[in-house]
């Protein structure tokens, strides 16, 4: 009710990060989000912070999902599902509502400490023929290895308008330079102005894949 009379507010952030381990349980999420059409309809701008919210349900994402399909006018989102640990079913939930986002032009996905596996994760790309600026952030997602690493490549090549990209992968500890390589064949096809990647701890990737991927 209190969301219904807000119809012009373009920006919202919600942060649940800070909520302790011992009170997720208790936590009713759905009674958070301001689940109104008129109201989500009308947003410009969304950041969610889930950071660390590790007892995160597959029903909870739902509604989740179900808060951003809502947001048909949006053009910028923020998600950090930082250190949750999400399965495949789970991130499927949010990956299939974000696609859906026609009119997104900046998306910065937060999945830090989070994954296990990325068979979802190319899906995101899919229906972002608007995405300018993209932030992928895998930092610390050990069980990413060359072969979904390359899917994720190959699917950032239906994001035809892209022009910055950030991604993060500190830390992804078996991302080897074959991995590296099929990116660096991927880049090539792309027309970006802004490029920033995080190989930081990458043990697995040395001097010729870094060649690959300057060249």
């Known amino acids: 009710e209190t969301f219904s009379s807000l119809n012009t507010v373009q920006e919202l952030l919600l942060d649940f990060s800070g909520i302790e381990y011992k009170d997720q349980d208790n936590l009713k999420l759905q009674s958070y989000l301001p689940i109104n059409a008129t109201f989500l309809s009308g947003l410009k701008k969304l950041s969610i912070n889930l950071e660390g919210f590790v007892k ?37 939930e949010i990956i299939e509502p974000i696609s859906s986002l026609l009119d997104l032009e900046e998306l910065s996905l937060d999945l830090e400490w989070s994954i296990s596996t990325f068979d979802s994760l190319p899906h995101l790309f899919k229906g972002l023929q608007n995405l300018k600026t993209l932030s992928l952030i895998l930092s610390n997602c050990f069980n990413l290895t060359d072969d979904p690493f390359k899917n994720i490549a190959e699917g950032l090549l239906c994001l035809t308008k892209l022009t910055n990209l950030r991604l993060d992968l500190a830390c992804c500890l078996s991302v080897t330079n074959i991995g590296i390589k099929a990116l660096s064949e991927r880049l090539s096809q792309m027309k970006l102005q802004y490029l920033h990647i995080n190989l930081n701890a990458c043990d697995a990737i040395t001097d010729e894949g870094m060649a690959a991927l300057i060249m």
């Open 56 to 92: 995160i349900t597959v029903e909870a994402l739902s509604i989740i999902g179900s808060f951003l399909k809502e947001c048909r006018s949006l053009k910028s989102l923020d998600l950090n599902l930082g250190y949750i640990h999400l399965t495949n079913d789970q991130l499927s």
